[in-house]
């Protein structure tokens, strides 16, 4: 080990050519105990053992399904496919089934997010704000947050179930088909907006009840200070200051829009294309359709047509989606707020 | 908790005139200036127990540089701690005492930017040769903010004992270390019946002393305090410093304190630093009363800093 | 406070302000916060209203793991009998012990390898490992379920009915059921798979947020790695990480589509007895029942019993929300931050 240079980048540990004669040293206090020695005992050592077996094995099985989704999925999607109608071809054994397209899963993914994020936003922030900034009485607080906990831990298909419940009375008829015997189909866009706006509920209000809480106490003052009264300083400054946490909590709702496959398999109806009810963007809503979701089921071994070519190419163009709305929400929250 | 039972004594401070040895090369003016300006505390006596027990070596730095991704924070430092002697690190905030302090006992290989040259030897076996753990064991460390774990008094303490080793000691076992341990850094008194309470409920006094005494129940052979009165009241940092001073004989010390007053106090050598480089080493009576160094009494006199 | 309004003359500036606007603000804002609180009320009611029937009519029995009976065989029954003989006849018990095997096996392993992972994320992985890992499970997190009931269904299954199911092991099923391959043993490792990337999140973010200043004391006390992660980090991350077990629990709870793909649909409670066979087995849990079922809620006795089911989910999560807020009460009273 040579002398290295001061200059620039210090190198680790140089040792010096000569050392110093240091005096020997008399203890005064009795040596430690020997079994006290013991830096990493074999416990520790089966411990890191087993923190690096879980981790390898989460790399595998991580990496091995993203790779094998995009690997299938890139087999059988083709671009053209993308603009066309679906059409129910079942694999055979001579060979898959590629006819047709999932333009109507894809129309029926936007819209059903569309449709449960705008209905979700207004309510989420509103009871957030409600709930950080006002919260009078407190035992009306603590209740909604309660039921804001409970929201978000209900599988997905009882809120579908109990939407079928409400939708089927008579009171709603309008909101979907009634058949001649007056009993109300229960399906449509619009319910199933309705009911994926409540899943999408909790994390919106989670988020941008964060976002308020996480600005300081000073800057609600300085607005008052100013003489402005709460509505004003929560409008002008405080929502304004909360968008990181807004954006990311209505992206991970959409997110988990898009992905939900229970609601959509009990209140869309079973159509695979969209089937309106009468004429214009109206009709469409009350109509039924199909989603990516439910495509992929449908196209599964599990569901009617068994094609599964035609799942692998839906699920990756739903994968796509999924990972664009994450990057989103990554971008989100990465990016420095600017107050 | 119980505090102390009766407040310490009043000191009353004797503003002594003293003609401070004017180096051969400074002008007569500059000596005039430095007699002026010295301040009164550091003319007064220093109020220590004047009897020290046999000093003992016990670490060294040999031309010890760090630097943190290039940028060097530590030129070149030649030290010596030493047991039956307080060692106080000084310098205004950025000098690189800290760092150096984090060194001899290679915390400062958490920061992964850090690179380090030179060496540093304890007992005469340079530190990088030994198991760093086996190292930690015998320098210990006090931080400067209290940092109990979220355990009882009694987990704290016995913590270091504990998680070490492949037996689990029993807590029958443990008792007379931890109660040991407790008395040295004389916290027993307070807290000996509230053993089994939350750490975090102590002041901060009690927290910093319990730190002390998560340290020093392992046995160390030196004990590194990084600035551990910063964040505490003129009370407890006297319980703290009186501490200190008991402790000089039985463990080997080093203190770095941007605090000059309790430097004074506490120190027997000081080592001051300023942006990396170790610009004056000496006896506390020499270095406060007569620095060599021009900085050196610029800084002690309040110059700046 | 201004002199004037400390005698009572005149109320300060904004206060008077704040009276009006203000608290129209507070009123609809509120009025946002209790329809949420009413959303949940009423699918509280809604639901167990209608499903009280189906829990009337059994009784004890409904629950019952002596109860016998077949619940495919009794849903038939149910679904086919007219409005005049309702037939509520349903004995529950292998829905719920499938779901209760599937769910708690998923979640112990689950949190295992999740503990394991985030321990290997913050302390043991290489950086580049780290960086490249950390976005792929956040991906995996965000998957909709129906992709991993579609690897489930096309990977898994067809590979566990070629390696495991071996005829010696149909045969010693043979009587009561076949195997096929869809079993809950596939059910639990894609389960686990699917709620361990979320529970690694959390308890990741959990990990990082211990004080750097305790993991310190703990290393310049002589500790090893390893020791002082688990004792201080891992110790101090308890309420998160029984907060990612409760949360994994709900969404195991509620996980329908998936399972319902990969467990077979056959109503069948897996016997222990069997030994290792009883991996093999098929099971439906209740949220895959109700979503296989769904066509037949327009018949009254059967909506019904989809609606017990539904209120049995519901309890659970509701119960599960609890029971998370509670013990994180609990452990919270010994993580007080430090000064």
């Given at each position: 080990?040579?002398?290295?240079p001061?200059s ?16 020997k040293?008399?203890?005064d206090?009795p040596?430690?105990?020997p ?5 990493w005992?074999p ?6 053992a087993a923190?690096?077996?879980a981790?390898?094995?989460l ?9 094998y ?15 066309q109608?679906?059409v129910?071809?079942?694999s055979?054994d001579a060979g898959?089934?590629t006819?047709g397209g999932y333009?109507?899963p894809i129309?029926?993914?936007?819209i059903?997010?569309?449709i449960?994020t ?7 922030v ?5 709930l950080s900034?006002?919260?009078r ?8 947050e309660s039921?804001?906990?409970i929201i978000a831990?209900t599988?997905?298909?009882?809120i ?5 419940l409400?939708f089927?009375?008579n009171?709603f008829g309008?909101?979907?088909f009634?058949?001649?015997?007056g009993?109300v189909?229960g399906r449509?866009?619009?319910i199933a907006g ?5 899943i999408?509920?909790p994390?919106?209000i989670?988020s941008?009840r964060?976002?308020?809480q996480s ?5 609600r003052?300085?607005s008052?200070?100013?003489g ?14 909360s968008r990181k946490g807004?954006?990311?909590?209505t992206?991970?709702?959409m997110g988990r ?7 959509v398999v009990l ?5 695979l ?7 214009g963007?109206l009709g469409?809503?009350?109509?039924t359709g199909?989603?990516?979701t ?7 071994p599990?569901g009617?047509?068994?094609s599964?070519?035609k799942a ?11 990972i664009?709305m994450?990057?989103?929400v990554?971008?989100l929250?990465?990016?420095?707020s600017?107050? | ?6 407040p310490p004594?009043?000191?009353?401070i004797?503003?002594k005139?003293s ?8 002008r007569?003016g500059?000596?005039?200036?430095a007699?002026?300006?010295?301040s009164?505390?550091l003319?007064a006596?220093r109020?220590?127990p004047a009897?020290?027990?046999k ?5 060294q730095?040999?031309d010890?540089?760090?630097a943190y ?15 039956g002697e307080?060692l106080?690190?000084i310098?205004p905030?950025?000098?690189g ?8 006992n ?6 992964p930017t850090?690179?380090?040259t030179?060496m540093?030897t304890?007992?005469?076996r340079?530190?990088h040769?030994?198991d ?16 109990p ?10 913590y270091g004992?504990r998680?070490r080793g492949s ?8 008792e007379p270390k931890?109660?040991?341990?407790l008395?040295r850094c004389?916290?027993y ?19 910093q002393?319990?730190?002390i ?6 046995n ?5 305090l990084?600035e551990?009165c910063?964040?505490l ?12 001073m008991k402790?000089?004989?039985?463990v080997a010390i080093?203190?770095v304190?941007?605090n ?5 106090r ?17 006896p ?5 009363g007569?620095p ?5 009494r610029d800084y002690?006199s309040?110059?700046?800093? | 406070m201004?002199?004037a309004?400390r ?12 009276n009006?606007a203000?608290?129209r603000?507070?009123r ?5 916060a209790?329809v ?7 699918m509280i009611i809604?639901v167990f209203?209608?499903?009280?029937p189906?829990f009337?009519?059994n009784?004890f029995d ?8 077949n619940v ?9 009998s007219s409005?005049?003989n309702?037939?509520l006849?349903?004995?529950a018990w292998?829905?719920?012990w499938?779901?209760?095997v599937?769910?708690i096996?998923a979640v112990i ?8 992972s ?10 580049g490992i780290?960086?490249l890992?950390?976005p792929?499970?956040r991906?995996?997190a965000?998957?909709p379920s129906?992709?991993y ?13 070629k390696t495991?199911v071996?005829?010696s092991a ?8 076949s195997?096929n391959g ?5 059910g ?8 361990t990337?979320?529970?690694i ?5 959990a990990?990082?947020s ?5 993991r310190d004391?703990?290393?310049a ?12 980090g ?7 990480i029984?907060?990612?077990g ?18 077979g649909?056959v109503?069948?409670?897996p016997n222990?007895?069997d030994g ?6 098929p099971?439906r849990?209740?949220?895959a029942?109700?979503i ?5 809620l327009?018949?009254?006795p059967?909506?019904?019993t989809?609606?017990?089911f539904a ?6 999560a ?7 807020w509670?013990?994180?009460r609990?452990?919270r009273?010994y ?5």
């Amino acid at each position: 080990m040579s002398s290295a240079p001061v200059s620039g980048r210090l190198p680790l540990r140089k040792r010096l050519p000569q050392m110093p004669e240091m005096p020997k040293l008399r203890r005064d206090r009795p040596l430690p105990d020997p079994d006290e020695q013991v830096a990493w005992s074999p416990i520790d050592r089966l411990g890191v053992a087993a923190c690096w077996a879980a981790g390898l094995l989460l790399c595998a099985i991580a990496f091995s399904i993203v790779i094998y989704l995009l690997v299938r999925g890139i087999q059988f999607v083709t671009v053209d496919a993308i603009g066309q109608h679906p059409v129910v071809g079942q694999s055979t054994d001579a060979g898959p089934s590629t006819a047709g397209g999932y333009l109507d899963p894809i129309l029926g993914t936007l819209i059903l997010t569309t449709i449960g994020t705008l209905i979700a936003l207004p309510i989420g922030v509103g009871t957030a704000i409600w709930l950080s900034e006002y919260g009078r009485p407190s035992w009306l607080a603590r209740a909604v947050e309660s039921c804001v906990e409970i929201i978000a831990g209900t599988p997905t298909i009882v809120i579908a179930i109990f939407g079928l419940l409400v939708f089927t009375q008579n009171l709603f008829g309008f909101l979907s088909f009634t058949a001649e015997g007056g009993a109300v189909f229960g399906r449509s866009f619009i319910i199933a907006g309705i009911m994926m706006s409540l899943i999408a509920l909790p994390l919106i209000i989670t988020s941008t009840r964060e976002a308020m809480q996480s600005i300081p106490a000073h800057v609600r003052e300085a607005s008052y200070a100013l003489g402005k009264d709460k509505i004003s300083t929560i409008r002008r400054v405080l929502l304004p200051a909360s968008r990181k946490g807004i954006a990311t909590g209505t992206t991970l709702g959409m997110g988990r829009i898009a992905g939900d496959t229970a609601i959509v398999v009990l209140l869309l109806g079973a159509s695979l294309t969209l089937q309106g009810q009468g004429g214009g963007v109206l009709g469409t809503l009350k109509g039924t359709g199909s989603t990516l979701t439910s495509y992929v089921f449908a196209n599964s071994p599990a569901g009617e047509a068994n094609s599964p070519e035609k799942a692998y190419a839906a699920a990756f163009v739903l994968l796509i989606i999924v990972i664009f709305m994450n990057f989103a929400v990554d971008m989100l929250s990465r990016r420095r707020s600017d107050k | 908790m119980t505090e102390l039972k009766s407040p310490p004594p009043v000191r009353r401070i004797v503003v002594k005139e003293s003609t401070p040895v004017a180096p051969p090369k400074r002008r007569a003016g500059r000596a005039a200036a430095a007699k002026s300006t010295a301040s009164d505390l550091l003319s007064a006596p220093r109020k220590r127990p004047a009897k020290k027990g046999k000093v003992t070596d016990r670490m060294q730095t040999m031309d010890f540089s760090v630097a943190y991704a290039g940028k060097p924070a530590v030129k070149e430092v030649n030290l010596k701690v030493s047991q039956g002697e307080v060692l106080a690190l000084i310098g205004p905030s950025g000098c690189g005492k800290t760092t150096l302090l984090r060194s001899l006992n290679r915390l400062v290989e958490q920061t992964p930017t850090a690179t380090t040259t030179g060496m540093v030897t304890l007992d005469g076996r340079e530190t990088h040769e030994l198991d760093v753990t086996d190292l930690r064991r015998k320098v210990g460390m006090v931080f400067q903010q209290p940092n109990p774990f979220p355990m009882s008094i009694f987990d704290n303490v016995a913590y270091g004992i504990r998680e070490r080793g492949s037996r689990r000691p029993g807590k029958r076992a443990l008792e007379p270390k931890v109660i040991e341990a407790l008395e040295r850094c004389g916290l027993y008194d307070e807290v000996k019946d509230n053993l089994s309470h939350p750490a975090l409920r102590l002041s901060g006094g009690q927290q910093q002393r319990l730190c002390i005494g998560r340290s020093l129940a392992v046995n160390p052979e030196v004990l590194l305090l990084d600035e551990p009165c910063s964040a505490l009241d003129p009370r407890s940092t006297t319980i703290i410093e009186e501490l200190i001073m008991k402790l000089r004989d039985e463990v080997a010390i080093v203190i770095v304190t941007h605090n000059l007053q309790q430097a004074y106090r506490v120190a027997d050598r000081v080592a001051f630093m300023y942006l990396g480089d170790l610009v004056e080493y000496g006896p506390a009576d020499q270095l406060f009363g007569s620095p060599r160094n021009k900085r050196t009494r610029d800084y002690v006199s309040g110059a700046f800093g | 406070m201004t002199l004037a309004s400390r005698i009572g003359l005149r109320k300060a500036g904004p206060r008077n302000k704040k009276n009006r606007a203000d608290q129209r603000a507070e009123r609809l804002l509120g009025a946002l916060a209790c329809v949420v609180l009413a959303l949940i009320a009423g699918m509280i009611i809604f639901v167990f209203q209608k499903a009280w029937p189906s829990f009337s009519h059994n009784g004890f029995d409904w629950f019952s793991p002596w109860a016998g009976g077949n619940v495919d065989d009794e849903l038939n029954a149910i679904f086919h009998s007219s409005a005049s003989n309702p037939v509520l006849t349903m004995h529950a018990w292998p829905l719920i012990w499938a779901t209760a095997v599937i769910t708690i096996s998923a979640v112990i392993i689950a949190t295992g390898m999740a503990l394991l992972s985030a321990m290997f994320i913050v302390e043991f992985a290489p950086t580049g490992i780290r960086r490249l890992l950390e976005p792929v499970v956040r991906l995996l997190a965000a998957v909709p379920s129906v992709i991993y009931g579609l690897i489930g269904i096309l990977v898994l299954v067809p590979w566990v009915d070629k390696t495991f199911v071996t005829d010696s092991a149909k045969q010693s099923v043979a009587g009561v059921i076949s195997l096929n391959g869809s079993s809950i043993g596939v059910g639990i490792l894609v389960l686990t798979v699917m709620i361990t990337p979320i529970m690694i999140a959390i308890v990741v973010d959990a990990l990082r947020s211990v004080p750097a200043t305790w993991r310190d004391g703990a290393v310049a006390l002589g500790v090893n790695r390893f020791r002082a992660l688990w004792t201080v980090g891992v110790r101090a991350a308890r309420p998160a990480i029984v907060a990612a077990g409760i949360l994994a629990t709900a969404r195991a709870l509620g996980e329908a589509i998936m399972l319902s793909m990969v467990t077979g649909s056959v109503a069948f409670a897996p016997n222990p007895i069997d030994g290792s066979i009883f991996f093999l087995e098929p099971a439906r849990p209740l949220a895959a029942t109700i979503i296989d079922n769904s066509e037949g809620l327009s018949v009254p006795p059967f909506a019904q019993t989809l609606y017990a089911f539904a209120a049995v989910l519901l309890v659970s999560a509701a119960f599960l929300s609890f029971a998370g807020w509670y013990v994180r009460r609990v452990l919270r009273r010994y993580t007080l931050s430090p000064i």
